[in-house]
């Protein structure tokens, strides 16, 4: 090792008081500021949420008791009307969306909360339209006399299903309403009409979901073989070596340490002149421009002085046989995340947590227009697995392991990487999870392109759901 550089103290400190700053402004960002003021159209965004929950927990409920169960033990999947219920009783304490408070009052009805209803629509008829409209599909829906008998005369249900028509839109929400409104009513095709609407929104979403079931299920099968295939060859000394990057690095701490800080900086300035600016078309290329200073930083105080370059120093370029020990060991780390995911989310659920529907929520992804979709899809998929990878597993995570363990190292620089992200507790838990594995993939095998390419699968799989499920 070279001997270590010297570099100026006062720059250093500036820096790090940038960084520092930079990091309690994070904190405070994600701290002071509600999970719902993250969402721009907040009511639009819950709604189309919750009517394709509630749509795929109608076709959930309609399969055979096997395959219920089997949703149920390996997702989690709980009571997700209780769940819709309290996001919308969050939002309707701060939404003046009359179509809000009509969807907590059909929620509340499913769940059978008739007092809530009754509390929430009284005084609904004095109030300008669309409210009075709303109070009566309510009080003819949910606060009529419940029996075997006909409730609803066949004038008074022709004019709910076309109140119904005209100011509820079409989904969930508007089907459990014609439902019961049918059901009172005796109309049978009414209430056929309905049921289908459901099943095939229901059925759509299902077939979806099996897709994406099956694939994970893919990957963990194709993770464990291969895991089992390493475990044979256990005795070939390269049988995970893909690249030739050392860990620990040739670089020494101190200057691994004043080198991050000083690049930390300088992303930090960067990302708030690219906010600042508030022009969408600078979003795809914000992760790469604030992240090339540290890299150029990086080359030249931490590789150049061993003669090395960003691709020999990270493992860039494979080494003979390398992209075929490189894909086994992606299918190895990517099954391992997900057999990790599940894990946290059952262990979530059977503890009463959940993961707030407003993390992560890309409303360019969700229902912006072609450019702006694609725009999201290769900062997600591409620029950020690459990046990311580079800094927290090639950069940070290395310069620790000179002073620290693996466990250690891994633990700290996967929650740093988690907290970056700024989600709850249990996305903060499944980031780390997914961390620490790069991490290992990284020190194991001697390049960062393990850990880029799972991340890159991750991220993939996560942005499909997205699309095949609220686009």
Request: glycine content about 8%; aromatic content about 10%; some cysteine.
């Amino acid at each position: 090792m070279p001997p270590a550089r010297r570099f100026a103290l006062f720059p250093t400190i500036l820096a790090a008081l940038i960084l520092a700053g930079g990091i309690l402004m994070l904190a405070n960002v994600i701290l002071s500021t509600p999970r719902l003021d993250r969402v721009e159209e907040k009511d639009r965004a819950l709604a189309l949420i919750v009517n394709r929950t509630m749509d795929l927990e109608y076709a959930i409920a309609q399969t055979p008791a096997w395959e219920h169960m089997f949703y149920e033990t390996t997702t989690g999947w709980a009571d997700e009307l209780a769940q819709a219920v309290a996001w919308y009783e969050e939002l309707a304490d701060v939404s003046n969306e009359p179509l809000t408070l009509v969807y907590l009052s059909v929620l509340e009805g499913e769940a059978g909360r008739i007092d809530r209803v009754r509390n929430e629509i009284k005084g609904w008829d004095q109030l300008p339209a669309p409210f009075p409209v709303y109070a009566r599909l309510l009080q003819a829906a949910y606060l009529g006399e419940m029996s075997d008998e006909v409730s609803i005369g066949k004038a008074e249900a022709t004019a709910l299903r076309d109140e119904l028509a005209d100011e509820v839109p079409a989904g969930w929400f508007a089907d459990r309403l014609a439902i019961s409104l049918a059901t009172q009513a005796g109309d049978q095709a009414w209430l056929s009409e309905a049921q289908d609407n459901l099943t095939a929104r229901g059925q759509a979403l299902l077939w979806r979901a099996r897709a994406l079931l099956a694939f994970d299920l893919g990957v963990i099968a194709a993770g464990i073989v291969l895991t089992a295939i390493l475990y044979a060859r256990r005795r070939d000394t390269d049988v995970l070596a893909v690249g030739g990057a050392a860990v620990p690095p040739p670089w020494s701490g101190s200057v691994g340490a004043v080198v991050l800080i000083r690049g930390g900086a300088l992303w930090i300035a960067l990302m708030i002149a690219v906010l600042s600016l508030g022009v969408e078309s600078v979003r795809v290329v914000a992760v790469p421009l604030t992240y090339l200073p540290l890299l150029l930083l990086s080359r030249r105080h931490l590789l150049e002085p061993v003669g090395m370059g960003l691709s020999e120093g990270l493992g860039l370029v494979p080494r003979q046989s390398g992209w075929g020990r490189c894909w086994r060991l992606v299918g190895i780390v990517a099954s391992a995340g997900l057999l990790g995911e599940w894990a946290i989310t059952l262990a979530a659920e059977s503890s009463g947590f959940s993961s707030h529907w407003a993390e992560g929520f890309d409303e360019s992804m969700i229902w912006g227009d072609p450019t702006k979709l694609a725009s999201s899809l290769v900062e997600t998929i591409v620029f950020a697995p690459v990046f990311e990878e580079i800094v927290f597993r090639g950069l940070f995570f290395a310069t620790l392991r000179r002073r620290f363990g693996f466990v250690p190292s891994a633990l700290i620089s996967a929650a740093v990487f988690a907290i970056a992200h700024g989600y709850g507790m249990l996305g903060f838990v499944s980031v780390l999870w997914s961390g620490v594995l790069w991490a290992w993939v990284y020190e194991r095998s001697g390049s960062v392109l393990p850990g880029m390419l799972a991340h890159m699968v991750n991220n993939a799989a996560v942005c499909l759901s997205v699309i095949l499920f609220l686009r």
